[in-house]
């Protein structure tokens, strides 16, 4: 077996053009966030993305008695503590009994203290729709100032959303989109769930991706996703595998190329994923919405690698510091 290609912080490094833009785009993550709360019809004010929360949950991740020896050393307790949001994607909360399938599984691992080892936010679609830094950032500051101004900046949007287009004709990313359309219909907790980008694991990169056993597609189809989830969890436990792809060549494995696919890198299960029925958190605690799912939040062992990867970390944090500014004049010492 090769051995895995090591981490090098150059992976993550932003020139200087990025940087400037990655400005711009902080501040109109602070106006969308500060207007979130018109702009979604609510009491609060939301994240900048996946903005609706259908639940949130405690869970356990338990390691595999198999996992390879190299890697004991990262998981060195049988089991750990999880705090799990599901969303979805969309930057407004949209009141309608269909959303689109864009789906969030975002973990929170935790130690036997309530210590925070690491985030992991992850997604139903494995691949993001572009590699440019430049033009994500420059997309998604006319996002946000579209959501503000509305029709005004209709225009920009248009422009920048043309040069996100020719990426998206990858093998990788069409073959996903015909899968997540075949599936849109789908119960959230039968999908698997994916790292977009690379973690790090020590010195080594990897991909993650979560396999749901025995959830049943069909199940909850006339309800709307909060309630089919509240459902499922009254009555069943939810179990799903980690697997994890290592790095071991750029041309396979590429680190900052999102719109296509690892090859030729084997799946290796870690451990297990476990909610158990009866875990569902309080749907209406304050604290729900305070969440952070920041993966430079994490241990530097697993944390985030790659450039697009990079501007998560300014743009949660924009987006929380916002949140439980506005939160706190809103609704007082509740969000704190």
Known sequence: MPQPLKYNKKFDELNEEEKKLLEINKRSIADFVEQSSSISDVNYATRNAHAKTYAATEGT???????????????????FDLTIRFSNAHLKIKNTEKDIPAYGFAIKVKDENGGLIANFPL????????NSVSHFLKLFTAVN?????????????????????????SLSFVKNIFKILSKRNDFILSFDYHSVGAYRLGDNMIKIKLVPLSVNKKFGRKLKIKDALKNYFQNNDYTAEVLIQFCYDLKNQPINKLNVEWKNSP????????????????????????????PFESKIFFQPVGKIQKLRDEAYKVSMQTRK????????KSYE
């Open 61 to 79: 991740f338990f390691i595999d008695q198999n996992i390879p020896e190299e890697l004991l050393p990262f998981f060195d307790n049988e089991k």
């Open 123 to 130: 997604v139903n679609f494995p691949l993001f729709p572009t």
């Open 145 to 169: 100032r579209f959501y503000i101004k509305k029709w005004s900046s209709i225009f920009s949007l248009a422009s920048q959303a043309v040069k996100i287009i020719p990426a998206t004709f």
């Open 267 to 294: 799946y290796i299960k870690i451990g297990e994923v476990k909610i158990n029925k009866g875990s569902l958190l309080d749907p209406d605690s304050c604290t729900n919405e305070l969440l952070s799912f920041n």
């Open 325 to 332: 500014k506005i939160n706190k004049l809103l609704h007082g």
